[in-house]
């Protein structure tokens, strides 16, 4: 980061720039999100029960959601429960504690069990750490560079059950050369990092393996960069395809609930997951159903395949360990989202307990896809000279966006509604490669083959290190209400009769998980199956028993990461298999655990499922676990076009008939 980055962060740190004046309006459902007053509140609170001083740093302070039972008996005009969930750190020690902020009491406060999330101003700490280390500086001077001359980017050290991470919250801190362009990665300080200790607030060591070339091209990305290049021309102006929407938009913003056409939810945003989706359900034939009780981001891992000193730990869990919430990044109208989008903010904390505002977090927006959600050209109503038009409606979604800038990537997030009673979860992945210093400036120099064994050369002494984007989701299925069941139908050879001619057919084999063990899937293209989440104490239409199906689209990404033994890995073991299932537990909200940060492994969904709890006519929670293997290429640099993967949620025997056959004919 320039120095004008660094401002900026000091600045966030302190709630300052940031912070806009928004008023905390009154509270309307137990899920929304804290406001500006709420979680000033919650700071006074503490400190007025002697738990905090002005020192105190917060981690972490988000919605302590009230019990289920407690949101779902809740009608508007009752008492709302407010509650804060809260990571303090005081000269003290760490702690969790829960603040109950309607009556102005701390009623819970115990030493936190694990580290924490990350501080912003910990970031800062360890850049100014690694940039005083004697030890460092030599390791600069060396390659000819002064501390002035670099930008350091301090990054979670992973955990290895090693004796020198007993006690110790660690980060790895690397640098590149200031950038001369706006993209700040294109220039590593390759073979060179400091190891900080947070806690002791000192670096405990250095790590250079030797000097390697810095790149010399700095790889701008902005329009009057490129059209400097020798070796790029921006191409000619066009006529741009706009979306519009005249009249304004059909749906209907009121505090957190959105409503649209058949749809209607509530929206939130936390430090960790980001956006978080409640009460998801749909009106049929004017009956209100449940569909979802929450969706939302649950942990993103993103390990390396490069075994080298400097990148073997470099095995981030991005929401767990730096939030997804925290850093949501203003969308560009336009650019990010049509220029007719609804904006709206997101309310987070700085590290002091301030409340922080930032502008334009969400976008919410209508398209309309240029496809036919149905339509049908019926041959035989036609007559030789005259051809009937085809009947059909257009089909138009409710797209809801975010994007969260973690590091060098750029993560989308959309959930998109469609009027066929369909719900997509999709992620984009944009932004720059994390890139290595090598010596190779072409395949056909010396060290190509040793500088490309675990990754690509994507520009001249620039290697992109192979690695994984792995996004688990929690999905609280509540179909028809909270007794759901979750099954695999598969696809089978059929037993074919006796003297017909065809020979081979398919199909249908059902099978319904009765504990958690037996509810882990990976899914296999060569054995196809669909994947349902129902209520099999309803019945819909016919007498089917409601339900919503998983369609996994081209979202599946197959781990051979070894979760028993790789110690990363075990932290993270939900990629293992692509769909888990759980009883609904409050306490189970991140596949990760509630502490990511140097974790063991002992608290994740591996660990909850290994109890093995029954599965069957409860209320049941879906964990899905989408994602790609990126093995980098020259397309991917310098800034990487969106690669977008997902998931449909699609209804299966939910409706009596195609819900989409009563959307109005615009013509």
Same mark, same amino acid.
Not at 271 to 295: C, H, M
Not at 633 to 659: A, Y
């Given at each position: 980061?320039?120095?004008?980055?660094?401002r900026?962060?000091?600045?966030?740190?302190?709630?300052?720039?940031?912070?806009?004046a928004?008023?905390?309006?009154?509270?309307?459902?137990?899920?929304d999100?804290l406001?500006?007053?709420?979680?000033?509140?919650v700071?006074?609170?503490l400190?007025?029960?002697?738990?905090?001083t002005?020192a105190?740093?917060?981690?972490?302070?988000?919605?302590?959601?009230?019990?289920?039972?407690?949101?779902?008996?809740?009608?508007?005009?009752?008492?709302?429960?407010?509650?804060?969930?809260?990571?303090?750190?005081?000269?003290q020690?760490?702690?969790?504690?829960?603040v109950?902020?309607?009556a102005?009491? $701390? =009623?819970?406060?115990?030493? /936190?069990?694990?580290?924490? @999330?990350? &501080?912003?101003? *910990?970031?800062?700490? !360890?850049?100014?750490?690694?940039?005083?280390?004697?030890?460092?500086?030599?390791?600069?001077a060396?390659?000819?560079?002064?501390?002035?001359?670099?930008?350091?980017?301090?990054l979670?050290?992973?955990?290895?059950?090693?004796?020198e991470?007993?006690?110790?919250?660690?980060m790895?801190?690397?640098?590149y050369v200031?950038?001369?362009?706006?993209?700040?990665?294109a220039k590593?300080?390759?073979?060179?990092?400091?190891v900080?200790?947070l806690?002791?607030?000192?670096?405990?060591?250095?790590?250079?393996?030797?000097?390697v070339?810095?790149?010399?091209?700095?790889?701008? $990305? =902005?329009?009057?960069e490129? /059209?400097?290049?020798?070796? @790029?021309d &921006?191409r000619? *102006?066009?006529?741009? !395809?706009?979306?519009?929407?005249?009249g304004g938009?059909?749906?209907?913003?009121?505090?957190?609930?959105?409503?649209?056409?058949?749809?209607?939810?509530?929206?939130?945003?936390?430090?960790?997951?980001?956006?978080?989706?409640s009460?998801?359900?749909?009106?049929?034939?004017?009956?209100?159903r449940?569909?979802?009780?929450?969706?939302h981001?649950?942990?993103?891992?993103?390990?390396?395949?490069?075994?080298?000193?400097?990148?073997?730990?470099?095995?981030?869990?991005?929401?767990?360990?730096?939030?997804?919430?925290?850093?949501?990044s203003?969308?560009?109208?336009?650019?990010d989202c049509?220029?007719?989008a609804t904006?709206?903010p997101?309310?987070?904390?700085?590290d002091?307990g301030?409340?922080?505002?930032?502008?334009?977090?969400?976008?919410?927006f209508?398209?309309?896809?240029g496809d036919?959600?149905?339509?049908?050209?019926e041959?035989?109503?036609?007559?030789?000279?005259?051809?009937?038009p085809?009947?059909?409606?257009?089909?138009?979604?409710?797209?809801?966006?975010?994007?969260?800038?973690?590091?060098?990537?750029?993560y989308?997030?959309?959930?998109?509604?469609?009027?066929?009673g369909?719900m997509r979860v999709?992620?984009?992945a944009?932004?720059?490669?994390?890139?290595?210093?090598?010596?190779?400036?072409?395949?056909?120099?010396?060290?190509?083959?040793?500088?490309?064994?675990?990754?690509?050369?994507?520009?001249p002494?620039?290697?992109a290190?192979?690695?994984?984007?792995?996004?688990?989701?929690?999905?609280?299925?509540?179909?028809?209400?909270?007794?759901?069941?979750?099954?695999?139908t598969?696809?089978?050879?059929?037993?074919?009769?006796?003297?017909?001619?065809?020979?081979?057919?398919?199909?249908?084999?059902?099978?319904?998980?009765k504990?958690?063990?037996?509810?882990?899937?990976?899914?296999?293209?060569?054995?196809?199956?669909m994947?349902?989440?129902?209520?099999?104490?309803?019945e819909?239409?016919?007498?089917?028993?409601?339900?919503y199906?998983?369609?996994?689209?081209?979202?599946?990404?197959?781990?051979p990461?070894?979760?028993?033994?790789d110690p990363?890995?075990?932290?993270?073991?939900?990629?293992?298999?692509?769909?888990w299932?759980?009883?609904y537990?409050?306490t189970?909200?991140?596949a990760?655990?509630e502490?990511?940060?140097?974790?063991?492994?002992?608290?994740?969904?591996?660990?909850w499922?290994?109890?093995?709890?029954?599965i069957?006519d409860?209320?049941?929670?879906?964990?899905?676990?989408?994602?790609?293997?990126h093995?980098?290429?020259?397309e991917?640099?310098p800034?990487?076009?969106?690669?977008w993967?997902?998931?449909?949620?699609?209804?299966?025997?939910?409706?009596?008939?195609?819900?989409?056959?009563?959307v109005?004919?615009?013509?």
């Amino acid at each position: 980061m320039t120095l004008p980055a660094h401002r900026r962060l000091r600045r966030f740190m302190a709630g300052g720039a940031l912070a806009l004046a928004a008023a905390g309006a009154a509270q309307a459902h137990p899920l929304d999100g804290l406001t500006p007053d709420e979680i000033t509140r919650v700071v006074d609170i503490l400190t007025a029960e002697g738990k905090v001083t002005d020192a105190a740093r917060y981690p972490l302070i988000e919605l302590q959601e009230p019990e289920k039972s407690v949101v779902m008996a809740w009608t508007e005009g009752d008492p709302e429960p407010r509650a804060a969930l809260v990571n303090v750190t005081t000269a003290q020690g760490v702690f969790r504690g829960v603040v109950d902020i309607a009556a102005g009491t $701390v =009623t819970d406060w115990q030493p /936190a069990s694990e580290e924490t @999330m990350l &501080l912003l101003e *910990e970031f800062v700490g !360890a850049m100014d750490l690694a940039l005083g280390a004697p030890a460092f500086v030599e390791g600069l001077a060396k390659r000819d560079l002064t501390p002035e001359d670099v930008f350091c980017l301090p990054l979670t050290a992973g955990a290895f059950g090693l004796p020198e991470e007993e006690g110790r919250r660690l980060m790895k801190v690397p640098c590149y050369v200031n950038p001369t362009s706006s993209n700040f990665y294109a220039k590593p300080v390759e073979g060179l990092f400091a190891v900080v200790d947070l806690k002791g607030g000192e670096v405990v060591d250095v790590v250079d393996t030797g000097v390697v070339p810095v790149p010399q091209d700095g790889w701008g $990305v =902005t329009q009057e960069e490129i /059209a400097a290049r020798d070796d @790029m021309d &921006l191409r000619p *102006e066009t006529r741009p !395809a706009v979306l519009g929407q005249e009249g304004g938009p059909n749906y209907v913003i009121e505090g957190s609930k959105v409503t649209w056409d058949m749809w209607s939810f509530r929206w939130r945003v936390d430090k960790r997951p980001g956006v978080v989706l409640s009460e998801i359900g749909v009106t049929d034939a004017g009956a209100w159903r449940e569909v979802l009780y929450q969706a939302h981001l649950s942990e993103v891992f993103v390990p390396y395949m490069d075994p080298d000193e400097g990148w073997y730990w470099r095995t981030y869990m991005d929401s767990g360990e730096y939030g997804f919430g925290i850093f949501l990044s203003p969308l560009h109208a336009g650019v990010d989202c049509p220029a007719y989008a609804t904006f709206l903010p997101a309310v987070v904390h700085a590290d002091d307990g301030a409340p922080v505002e930032i502008p334009d977090a969400l976008c919410i927006f209508e398209r309309n896809i240029g496809d036919p959600v149905w339509r049908h050209f019926e041959i035989f109503a036609q007559s030789p000279d005259q051809f009937t038009p085809a009947e059909g409606r257009p089909a138009t979604e409710l797209v809801v966006r975010s994007a969260s800038e973690v590091g060098n990537y750029d993560y989308l997030i959309d959930y998109v509604f469609e009027q066929n009673g369909n719900m997509r979860v999709m992620v984009g992945a944009t932004g720059l490669d994390a890139v290595k210093g090598v010596a190779a400036t072409s395949m056909a120099s010396p060290t190509a083959e040793a500088d490309t064994k675990y990754g690509t050369l994507i520009a001249p002494n620039l290697v992109a290190p192979n690695h994984d984007h792995f996004f688990n989701f929690r999905l609280d299925f509540d179909i028809d209400g909270q007794a759901n069941s979750f099954m695999r139908t598969g696809l089978v050879a059929a037993q074919m009769p006796e003297g017909l001619p065809r020979r081979s057919m398919w199909v249908t084999e059902t099978v319904m998980p009765k504990t958690e063990m037996e509810g882990r899937y990976r899914i296999n293209p060569s054995t196809p199956a669909m994947y349902h989440i129902a209520n099999m104490g309803r019945e819909s239409g016919l007498g089917h028993h409601p339900g919503y199906m998983i369609n996994p689209g081209n979202s599946v990404a197959y781990s051979p990461l070894d979760v028993e033994n790789d110690p990363p890995a075990r932290r993270n073991p939900y990629i293992d298999y692509t769909i888990w299932t759980t009883p609904y537990s409050a306490t189970e909200r991140y596949a990760g655990g509630e502490y990511a940060f140097q974790s063991d492994g002992s608290d994740t969904l591996g660990t909850w499922v290994a109890q093995d709890r029954p599965i069957v006519d409860t209320d049941i929670v879906t964990w899905y676990t989408m994602g790609f293997h990126h093995v980098p290429r020259m397309e991917d640099w310098p800034v990487m076009p969106t690669m977008w993967k997902g998931i449909t949620l699609m209804p299966f025997n939910f409706f009596s008939h195609n819900p989409a056959m009563t959307v109005r004919d615009p013509s």
